[in-house]
């Protein structure tokens, strides 16, 4: 991957508001930018409901006074004295600083703009809309179904007192297409989404997702308390798995002692079919990037090696807390403040279909989506949820949909001693996580 260096600065704009900041008394500066123009195609109820174009603009400035931290953001360019007032009256208030904004970097080459979604016609994308519910209607008449087809396009910008200049742009394209089947008092919902840094114009794979939902979600079943073996798709693994999961690989709850991982660095903790990383430099991911919020380039970080836990997530604050090296993981949010995120989280996929890991199963369950996941001790792991769109399996197949059921378990525990097997292939679920099936011996489900 060639790399490539960004000298000058990105946008004037950027240099007065640090200058700005630094005559006030700041001693580090740094501000950021960004510009979105999106136009999203809305459909509801299998029918055309709204076509906009919109643009979203927004200026953040963080700085260090006093060795403490402060930040603001506004929407109103014109406005900068403004907004240098507010990030030191934050600081007044803020966190000690740990961190130092970097230099001027080399930044790899990471393909993310492609000049065909801005220029999609607006036609086309009612096209592809239309064509979904109508194939949709063609599998299921009764159903009713929302669907949305997306373009955007990002522009990223950002600087600092130290010298540090960035700037990428990427594009968005995404599709999905969400129903509900009402039969009584029972409601079966539906659905999937693609997205990409590329123009999407044959999202035929929404269309299989949907019909393998609705073939095996075409019988109802039953199932009673217990401790079963449970298929995740990939959905399911998305939906139920990977939050408890993440919260473990935080630096910051790392350093703070909150996370079950936090003295576990090169040990193993899972089975030694797990290996996860996260990759900000795959082509053409809309949470793909040339560097974090904060500048720093973007490598691939592997957290889980075979088992072997390999690293942490850091921002460049919970960097300098834990004298460890930042990965790149800052992440701009509400108010100017980062925080640390994945960019484009990969669990790498096994050998056994879906099929095939649902035939090795004599009794238990495949969970295709989670509600309520988020309840019990997340940082320790814990997950409890409704099971939105589950299947019962027999004798190797499944026989039908479950309702009223509840799962819950511990996701380290369920990844280090009851994996029973990791599926193929791998997916990518919304815009930052490619997941295979996975396969457990033992989960906890409750039946109503």
């Not at 953040?60 to 004295?81: K, W």
């Not at 065909?116 to 994308?125: C, G, L, N, R």
């Not at 996370?259 to 996860?276: F, M, N, Q, T």
Request: glycine fraction near 10%; charged fraction near 20%.
């Amino acid at each position: 991957m060639k790399a490539r260096k960004l000298a000058a600065s990105p946008d004037p704009l950027l240099e007065e508001v640090i200058q700005r900041a630094l005559q006030r008394g700041a001693q580090q500066a740094e501000a950021f930018r960004s510009q979105l123009e999106e136009t999203p195609v809305i459909f509801e109820a299998n029918r055309l409901k709204e076509v906009t174009t919109r643009q979203i603009a927004g200026l953040a400035l963080r700085l260090v006074a006093d060795g403490r931290l402060g930040a603001a953001s506004s929407s109103h360019f014109g406005q900068l004295e403004e907004l240098v007032e507010m990030a030191l009256e934050a600081a007044l208030f803020g966190p000690p600083s740990y961190l130092r904004f970097p230099p001027e970097q080399t930044y790899p080459n990471v393909p993310t703009y492609d000049e065909q979604v801005p220029a999609t016609p607006i036609d086309e994308m009612v096209v592809v809309g239309e064509g979904l519910i109508r194939e949709a209607l063609r599998l299921q008449p009764e159903l009713v179904c929302d669907a949305y087809v997306h373009r955007a396009v990002q522009k990223i910008e950002g600087a600092n007192s130290a010298g540090g200049r960035f700037s990428f742009q990427r594009s968005i394209f995404s599709v999905g297409l969400h129903g509900v089947w009402v039969r009584g008092n029972d409601m079966l919902f539906v659905g999937d989404s693609l997205s990409s840094c590329q123009r999407i114009s044959d999202p035929a794979s929404i269309l299989e997702e949907v019909t393998r939902q609705l073939t095996w979600a075409s019988k109802t079943a039953t199932i009673t308390t217990g401790t079963y073996p449970v298929v995740f798709t990939p959905l399911g693994v998305a939906s139920a798995l990977i939050g408890p999961l993440m919260v473990a690989f935080s630096g910051r709850a790392v350093y703070l002692g909150q996370s079950p991982l936090a003295s576990r660095l090169g040990e193993k903790v899972y089975d030694s079919h797990i290996y996860l990383w996260d990759d900000p430099t795959i082509p053409y991911r809309p949470r793909s990037r040339i560097c974090d919020d904060e500048g720093v380039p973007s490598r691939r970080v592997s957290l889980v090696e075979g088992g072997l836990i390999c690293s942490f997530l850091y921002d460049l604050q919970t960097a300098g807390m834990a004298k460890a090296e930042p990965t790149g993981h800052g992440h701009r949010g509400a108010g100017g403040y980062v925080d640390i995120s994945p960019s484009c989280l990969v669990m790498a996929e096994g050998e056994a279909s879906l099929e095939e890991l649902i035939a090795d199963i004599y009794e238990g369950l495949v969970i295709d989506q989670l509600i309520g996941a988020g309840q019990g001790n997340v940082m320790g792991g814990d997950f409890s949820g409704n099971v939105l769109l589950g299947y019962k399996i027999e004798k190797g197949k499944v026989v039908g949909r479950i309702k009223d059921v509840v799962v819950a378990g511990n996701v380290h525990q369920l990844l280090g001693h009851h994996l029973l097997a990791v599926g193929r292939p791998a997916r990518w679920v919304g815009s930052s996580l490619r997941v295979p099936p996975i396969a457990l011996t033992s989960l906890s489900v409750a039946a109503r």
